[in-house]
Structures are given as structure tokens and as C-alpha cells.
């Protein structure tokens, strides 16, 4: 009778604790696609020499990284949060908080591209009877990469970048219409980057969690980040039976039952290992010490928590909305050539001379810090 209700506990675990993951996934994917609606309208309406009757969601700016990086140097050396991008840099701050709380957690559970990496390496396990396993020597080096990529990010911008780059970079037109120019990359797609997508992806459908395992620059940061994270995959070893259910359920192959506590740079607290097990009490994901555990649902909840919380605290503190105006936009849009010529822009070219324009963006960015 014991052994039934502990077998009903942990299927009901294991049902929940990746249809909560999916749900929140799905969720935040929802938010993505309605965010990329409404910029897509407010970029169109750009476009055609218009200045839009929408509001630009500021949501947007999680897809700038790069541009977050440099935000964080400028709140370094400034104190300030800047206003061209300012909710890139809070949504940065709050995914690195993630990372110190629940490991990779971002990645599993609110990443679309981590998302669409697992529905690709479902399409991997359906195709192939024996998936392809990158040996131990070239998996390491390839996991590595990422490394790399994120290193030489915050290198360059960090040690590398001198104070007055980091204020020109973020008040100049390039910075101001990236938003833009990052929808441009998805919407009007470059031969080359398509060509380098297909591949990625056709990779990913190969090589299980290619992109996220080798590539993504901010899985590697989130990786050292998680090493200090106070959340961790805790095994009860006078419990555990060794059946090894754990290890084949992990996606990021780590070795779970010869270890008490999972560190590893790879784990994003997916709970899948935690939902196979069929011993109580036996794996958990916890904070701290095994005697804070903390179940599926409490994953969603505290995720939900940092990103409402974080969002509405840079809200209310007026660092959620950038400060440029649609006007400004523009004119930044213009100095980049990213109008649509065919309508009645070239009539606006003629009127508003370059160097005019310049003036103004200078005017702009002046009194700025
Ligand atoms: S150790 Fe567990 S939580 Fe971490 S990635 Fe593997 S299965 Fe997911
Ligand atoms: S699934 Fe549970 S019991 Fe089996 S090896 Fe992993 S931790 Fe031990």
C-alpha cells in the first residue's frame, strides 16, 4: 500500500512537474508573440514615415543582450539605469538573479529558444533510433564555445570598452533603433543568416540541445552564473537505490546518481530528474540545504515572482519605459536609412537635411549623462 501511494505520488510529480514547466514556457512564449505583434506594428507604422498610434512594448529589449551588457557598465560607472534601453537591462538583471537562485532555470523555463530546442530534440529522439552521442573530448570542447562567446562579450564591453564608448554607444542612433534593427534580423532575414538558422537548427535535430549545449553566449553566462546558485539538485544517497532513472532522464546528460549535489554548470533545473525518481524524499531540487525543497509549482511561482516583481518595481520607479520619443525614433530611424523609400519618405529626405538631422540628434544627446 506504501509502495502504491509512493508510485501515484511520483507519477502525479512527474505529470506535474513538466506540464507546470510547459505551461510557463507556453506562457512566457504567449508574452513574446503578443510583445513581437505590437512591435511589429509600431515598427511598420515607423516605416512608413508615420508616427505610430500604438506604444512600443519595452518588453522588446530582452531580445538586446549585448546592448543590456553595456547597460550594466553604464550603471556601474554612472549609477544610472540609462534611458535609451532600460527594461533590456532590468530583464538582464533579473535572468542573472535567476540564475543565483535556480541555476539555469531561465533557460527550461522561460527561454522560446529553449523551448523550441526541446521540440527539436523531440524531433531528434522520433527520427533517430540511435541518436547521435558526441564523445566525451569533443563535447567538452564544443560546450565550451559558449564559453568563449560569453567571455569575450563581457571582455570586450567590460575591460576592453573605456568609459566615454560605453555613453556614446548607448545614446548613438545604432543603439537607440537596435529594438528595431534586431526585428529587421527576423523579419527581413539575410541569405547568410538564414542559411546559418537552417543549419543551426538542422544541427539541433541531430545533436540533441545543440545550440543551447554549444552556442547561446547567455546559456554560458547563466552557466557561471548558476554556479553560485543557492538552488540545487540535492540526491539523498542512503535513499537512493542507484537505478540510474535520473541520469537518463537529465536532457543535459549530467551523471546524477554518483553525486549528493548537482553543480554543474549544465543543469537548468528542468526537474525532469527529480520527476523519474521513484523514491520519496530522494532527489530534490531545494535552496540552500535538502531541507528547503521546493516542488514544480513553487519553481513557477518564484520564477512569475522575480520577473512580475522586477518589472513592476523598474515600472514604478520609471526604469521600465525608455525615454525617446516616437518623434525621435524617427529621425534616429531616418539617420539609419531604415524607411520604407516607396512611401512618401522621399519627400522627407528632401526636406530634412542630413545635417540638419544631426544637429538635432546631437541637441538630443546632449544633457544626456
Ligand atoms: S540535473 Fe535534473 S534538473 Fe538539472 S538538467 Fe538534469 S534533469 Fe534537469
Ligand atoms: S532516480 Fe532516484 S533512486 Fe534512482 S538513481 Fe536517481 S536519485 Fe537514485
Redo the contacts with the bound molecule.
Keep these: 500500500m506504501g509502495y502504491l501511494s509512493g508510485f501515484i505520488f511520483n507519477i502525479i510529480d512527474k505529470i506535474n512537474s513538466q506540464l507546470i514547466r510547459r505551461f510557463v514556457q507556453l506562457f512566457f512564449l504567449g508574452i513574446v508573440i503578443i510583445i513581437g505583434i505590437q512591435f511589429y506594428d509600431f515598427t511598420a507604422q515607423l516605416e512608413n514615415g508615420k508616427i505610430p498610434d500604438i506604444e512600443r512594448p519595452p518588453g522588446v529589449e530582452a531580445f538586446l543582450p549585448i546592448s543590456a551588457l553595456v547597460s550594466l557598465k553604464h550603471l556601474f560607472l554612472t549609477g544610472k539605469i540609462n534611458e535609451v534601453h532600460p527594461s533590456g537591462l532590468v530583464i538582464f538583471i533579473l535572468v542573472c538573479f535567476s540564475a543565483l537562485l535556480l541555476k539555469k532555470s531561465f533557460c527550461s523555463w522561460i527561454c522560446p529558444f529553449g523551448l523550441l530546442s526541446e521540440y527539436l530534440t523531440k524531433l531528434n529522439a522520433a527520427i533517430f533510433i540511435n541518436p547521435l552521442k558526441v564523445p566525451a573530448w569533443p563535447d567538452y570542447l564544443l560546450r565550451s564555445v559558449k564559453y568563449f562567446l560569453a567571455a569575450f562579450f563581457v571582455w570586450s564591453i567590460f575591460f576592453k570598452m573605456p568609459a566615454n564608448a560605453v555613453m556614446q554607444f548607448i545614446y548613438s542612433p545604432y543603439n537607440v533603433v537596435a529594438d528595431i534593427k534586431m526585428l529587421k534580423f527576423f523579419t527581413d532575414i539575410s541569405a547568410t543568416a538564414l542559411i546559418v538558422t537552417i543549419v543551426i537548427m538542422l544541427l539541433s535535430v541531430i545533436i540533441k540541445n545543440f545550440w543551447c549545449r554549444y552556442l547561446c553566449p547567455y546559456g554560458g553566462l547563466l552557466g557561471f552564473i548558476s554556479l553560485f546558485s543557492a538552488g540545487k539538485i540535492r ?2 544517497s542512503d ?9 537518463r532522464a537529465c536532457p543535459s546528460l549530467i551523471k ?2 554518483d553525486k549528493k549535489i548537482i553543480n554543474s554548470d549544465e543543469c537548468t533545473a528542468c526537474m525532469k ?1 527529480t520527476g ?4 520519496q524524499n ?2 530534490e531540487l531545494s535552496i540552500l540545504s535538502r531541507t528547503v525543497p521546493v516542488k514544480p509549482m513553487a519553481v513557477a511561482f518564484i520564477l512569475l515572482a522575480i520577473f512580475a516583481g522586477g518589472i513592476t518595481i523598474a515600472s514604478v520607479s520609471g526604469n521600465w519605459h525608455n525615454k525617446v520619443t516616437k518623434k525621435q525614433y524617427l529621425i534616429y530611424m531616418m539617420s539609419q536609412g531604415m524607411l520604407n523609400n516607396k512611401i512618401a519618405i522621399p519627400a522627407m529626405r528632401d526636406n530634412i537635411k542630413m545635417e540638419k538631422m544631426r544637429k538635432m540628434m546631437e541637441m538630443m544627446n546632449n544633457g544626456k549623462p
Design positions: 540526491r539523498n535513499s537512493c537505490t542507484g537505478c540510474g532513472k535520473c541520469d546524477i546518481s530528474c523519474v525518481c521513484p523514491e530522494t532527489l
